[in-house]
């Protein structure tokens, strides 16, 4: 089969842009925030993935284990995973001891190929998910990317988590498996931190994504985060959060989501006139709106239409 | 970030050779610069004599193609009068028809999804009753694979009971119909899945006067979904939908004024 990520490999980097001129951009600049003792985060651009940015757009956390890092989620290249373990050796000579993935969208899993001599972890789910979607998933990176994503190819986890009490490289975790933003997306408490890792069922301040989303049951997941009353969270994309707004946010997004969608089905609309729909101020200046919400339309609409208009035959 | 399952061999390869093509009668500028209207505009068009881009014919889509299955469109012709026919078309795709609309009675307005195989100019080609042709264009970037694809359908045992369901409304106020229905569209370019697709789709009054038609082609999205746009309040009955596919199977239906669920 011919795939773009062929042409690119067959052809170099000329067809992007200049060599010298790639060479020169194409260089990941991942500094770590320390967010409690042992525990640091690289936070991502809250835009859409771009040739600017390279994928960059996701949070990754680093904590510390008995024998070296414990990385959640591992970016979106493998240039990128190599960047995330030059600075796991910088805070850790050791590096990174073990991965774990918190659901299987290409930002979060793609850099797995650097680390692939060490557990990678995820839900079960999650690692069919990552197995059967992986290829179409690097097809459309490599568009959008282009030489960003030199070389990278599809890891999928390889060790399913159990759920509940989790020790990984000696840290105890809190393991949630839950759902919503895709088929299965875990969230995991730091025992000693009361840091909530929540992946992408909570976004801040940037436009949640809807893809592999089933609302809900993602409102459900919110609800069950909500509950642990965490000392802080960190979303799977947008600025960490200290007092709680951040899944208030996320709710809030997906209910106008749903509603708007919903009401434009009863009042006939089609699909290009929902995406001329005006975003209410609390929703306009989230990371990557409009196109977030133009993304969701396309995902979203033709399901919710077919619910909403009645039968006629 | 994408729910993309689809890869396909870019079925688009053909339109890169040469072809050996006399200038059309009318050489026109073309506003994409796509380096296949010419021939379009004399396969598709028939090499009409008069002939024009014109920004009154609007043509909506995304600027990238989500889910290259289901693209919307939206063409909007109600800037002409006496529309006859809207031919919409891609320019680079194994299929470059997508559908031809005969407004009829309804406004020369339509929406619709089709199915994209990589980014093209897409084409809105108007010809009023005097045989002028009057053609809007959008681009849209796609990832591939939509042509070559095979149905969601087949990934359902349940597809054969489902075929021919109509889902739709009308809303009378705002002169608005909207109508879905459930039907593969096989391309006939996935493996070995012969083309199977509704031709034909007619839209008549209680009286049985035709109101508006549609001819479908491959590129139309599993489950064709339209809106068609009336003058509003002058939709006094329900809308009766009928319509055939290729394998000689009715499509019937009735879309009425009424509550949604
Ligand atoms: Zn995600």
């Known amino acids: 089969m011919f795939t773009r990520r062929h042409a690119l490999g067959i052809l170099g980097a000329g ?74 050796r910088r805070l850790d000579l050791r590096g990174v001891s073990a991965v774990i993935n918190t659901h299987h969208h290409p930002d979060h899993f793609f850099g797995n190929q650097v680390f692939a001599d060490k557990p990678i972890l995820s839900l079960g789910e999650t690692l069919s998910a990552a197995v059967s979607d992986g290829d179409a998933f690097a097809d459309n990176m490599y568009r959008l990317l282009g030489d960003w ?42 025992r000693q931190t009361g840091t909530l890792i929540a992946g992408d069922l909570v976004f801040y301040d940037r436009a949640p994504t809807t893809p592999s989303a089933d609302l809900e049951i993602w409102q459900a997941s919110l609800n069950e985060l909500e509950a642990i009353n965490a000392a802080q969270l960190v979303p799977g994309h947008g600025p960490v959060d200290k007092t709680r707004a951040a899944i208030p946010q996320t709710r809030a997004y997906l209910s106008w989501l749903e509603h708007t969608l919903r009401n434009a089905a009863r009042e006939g609309l089609d699909m290009i006139e929902v995406m ?7 929703f306009a200046g989230m990371g990557a709106q409009p196109q977030e919400f133009h993304r969701s339309v396309s995902h979203l609409f033709p399901g919710i239409e077919l619910q909403e208009l009645p039968r006629g035959n | 970030m994408f729910r993309k399952t689809v890869v396909g ?17 009318t050489k026109l500028d073309d ?65 470059p028809h997508i559908l031809t609309y005969y407004p009829e009675q309804a406004e020369a307005k339509l929406g619709l999804r089709f199915k994209i195989d990589q980014g093209t100019a897409i084409r809105a080609s108007v010809e009023t ?22 149905a969601h359908a087949y990934a359902s045992d349940d597809w054969e009971e489902k075929l021919g369901e109509i889902h739709g409304r009308l809303w009378a106020a705002s002169g608005r119909a909207r109508v879905i229905v459930d039907h593969p569209m096989d391309t006939g370019l996935a493996g070995n899945i012969p083309v199977f697709i509704i031709q034909n789709l007619a839209f008549e009054s209680d009286s049985g006067d035709l109101l508006a038609r549609l001819e479908l082609f491959e590129p139309v999205n599993e489950d064709p979904a339209f809106s068609l746009y009336f003058e509003p309040g002058t939709l006094t009955g329900p809308l009766h939908v009928k319509g055939r596919d290729n394998n000689g199977n009715r499509i019937r239906g009735l879309l009425a004024e009424g509550d949604t669920h």
């Open chain 1, 149 to 190: 994503m030199r070389g990278t190819e599809v890891v999928p986890p390889t060790q399913v988590i159990s759920s509940g009490e989790v020790t990984i490289d000696g840290r105890s975790f809190t393991a949630l498996p839950l759902g919503g933003h895709t088929v299965a997306d875990l969230a995991v408490l730091d």
């Open chain 1, 15 to 88: 067809i992007i842009a200049p060599r010298a001129y790639a060479q020169a951009r194409h260089v990941y600049d991942l500094t770590p925030i320390q967010i409690a003792d042992g525990m640091w985060m690289i936070e991502g651009s809250t835009d859409y993935f771009s040739m600017q940015n390279g994928g960059a757009i996701v949070n990754i956390v680093l904590i510390e284990g008995d024998s070296g890092l414990i990385l959640i989620d591992s970016g979106p290249s493998l240039r990128y995973g190599e960047a995330l373990a030059s600075v796991a």
């Open chain 2, 31 to 95: 506003p994409m610069k796509s380096g296949m209207w010419d021939y379009h505009q004399v396969e598709l068009l028939g090499d009409p004599e008069v002939i024009r881009f014109d920004e009154r014919v609007i043509v909506r889509g995304p600027v990238s193609a989500e889910d290259s299955l289901n693209v919307p469109l939206l063409v909007d012709a109600t800037g002409i009068d006496n529309v006859k026919r809207i031919v919409i078309s891609a320019d680079y795709g194994p299929i």
């Open chain 2, 129 to 150: 009753n005097d045989g002028q042709w009057f053609v809007g264009s959008t681009y849209i970037d796609a990832a591939g694979g939509g042509c070559t694809a095979p």
């Open chain 1, 276 to 282: 001329d729909t005006t975003l209410p101020a609390e």
């Open chain 2, 9 to 25: 061999l870019s079925c688009a390869l053909w339109a890169q050779g040469a072809f050996a093509l006399d200038d059309p009668k």
